[in-house]
C-alpha cells in the first residue's frame, strides 16, 4: 500500500511539471532573406536561407537599387501560427540607434516584408559596420516571445552619389514666424460722415417747413403734395394736433425714444462697441415698448371712433 502512494505522488509531481517544461513558445521556420536588384532581370540578386531560430551567418548586402525581402512562417511551439506582432528590427551596434519594419501577416502563419534604401534613416546610410537584423515574434497568450538576431545587413552605396545630411535635432528651436494679420475694420473718413450727416439733418427743416405749410397754409393747395409725400408713408398730419392733445406724453416719449435709438446706432458707429451699446438699447427700448403701446393705443381709440 505504501509503495502504491509512492507512486500516486511521483505521478502528480511529474504531471505538474509537464506544463511548466513544455510551455510553448514563439519562432519561425522557412525564413528566407532575398536580394533583388531593379533592372537586372529575372534570377538576379542573392537568396539565403535563414535556420530556424537561428542567425544567418554571412551579411546581406543592400545596395542603391536593391531590395531587400524577408519572408518567414511564424510558430507557436511547433504549429505554425499567426502572431500579432512580427517585426524586423535593425539597429546600428556603435550608436543602438534601431527601427522596426512590421511584417505583413497572414492566417497561416506567413509573413513577408520589403524595404529599399529609401525605406531606412538617413542614419544608416552612412554606417560602415554591418547592421544587425533581429526578428520579434509576440503574441497575446502564455507563450513566451521570439527576439533573435537573423542576420547582418551591410549597407552599400555609389561613392559618387553624396549622403544626405543628418538632421542634428527634429525638434530643436525653428525660425521665428511673423504672422500678418488682417487690419481692423475702420470708419469711412469723418468728412464723408458729416457730409451724408449734413444732408439727412438739412432734409428735416424742408419737412417742417412743408408740415408747416400744409397745416396752417391752406390757401397755397398743397394738398396734393401732403397726400402725395405723407399717404406713400401711411401718415396722416391733419390728426397731429388731435394725438398730441389726447395723448402728449407717450407720443412724445415714444418719438423721443426712436430718437434716442438714432443717436445711439451713430455712436456705435462712430466710437462705441457692441457692449456698451447693448445696454442703452435695452433701456431706450423698454421705454419705447412702454410709450408706443399708449400711443397706439390712442390711435386705436381714433380708428375705432372713425376718424381715420
Request: aromatic share 10%; hydrophobic share 45%.
Amino acid at each position: 500500500m505504501q509503495l502504491w502512494h509512492t507512486f500516486l505522488q511521483l505521478g502528480l509531481l511529474a504531471s505538474a511539471a509537464i506544463p511548466t517544461s513544455a510551455a510553448s513558445v514563439w519562432g519561425f521556420t522557412d525564413a528566407t532573406v532575398s536580394v533583388h536588384t531593379k533592372g537586372a532581370g529575372v534570377g538576379s540578386g542573392s537568396k539565403e536561407q535563414i535556420p530556424d531560430n537561428k542567425a544567418l551567418s554571412k551579411p546581406v548586402s543592400l545596395g542603391s537599387a536593391d531590395t531587400l525581402k524577408v519572408s518567414l512562417i511564424t510558430q507557436e511551439g511547433r504549429s505554425a501560427k499567426r502572431a500579432h506582432q512580427v517585426f524586423l528590427l535593425l539597429q546600428d551596434p556603435n550608436t543602438g540607434l534601431d527601427i522596426s519594419y512590421p511584417f505583413s501577416v497572414k492566417d497561416n502563419g506567413k509573413s513577408r516584408v520589403e524595404l529599399t534604401q529609401k525605406d531606412l534613416p538617413v542614419q544608416f546610410l552612412s554606417v560602415s559596420e554591418p547592421l544587425d537584423a533581429r526578428f520579434l515574434v509576440g503574441s497575446f497568450g502564455d507563450s513566451q516571445a521570439y527576439n533573435g538576431a537573423a542576420f547582418k545587413l551591410l549597407v552599400t552605396r555609389d561613392p559618387d552619389v553624396p549622403v544626405p545630411k543628418v538632421e542634428v535635432s527634429r525638434f530643436g528651436k525653428l525660425p521665428e514666424i511673423h504672422h500678418i494679420f488682417k487690419s481692423d475694420p475702420r470708419s469711412p473718413p469723418v468728412v464723408i460722415t458729416l457730409a451724408f450727416v449734413g444732408m439727412v439733418l438739412a432734409a428735416l427743416p424742408l419737412l417742417a417747413g412743408v408740415v408747416s405749410l400744409v397745416l396752417f397754409s391752406g390757401w397755397l393747395k398743397l394738398d396734393l403734395i401732403a397726400i402725395s409725400q405723407w399717404f406713400l408713408l401711411g401718415a396722416n398730419v391733419y390728426h397731429l394736433p388731435t394725438a398730441l392733445k389726447s395723448a402728449p406724453i407717450p407720443h412724445a416719449v415714444f418719438l423721443g425714444s426712436l430718437l434716442s435709438l438714432e443717436g445711439i446706432f451713430f455712436l456705435y458707429y462712430t466710437s462705441w462697441t457692441l457692449f456698451q451699446i447693448l445696454p442703452a438699447v435695452a433701456a431706450v427700448g423698454t421705454v419705447a415698448f412702454i410709450s408706443g403701446s399708449r400711443a397706439l393705443g390712442e390711435v386705436q381709440g381714433r380708428r375705432l371712433a372713425g376718424l381715420r
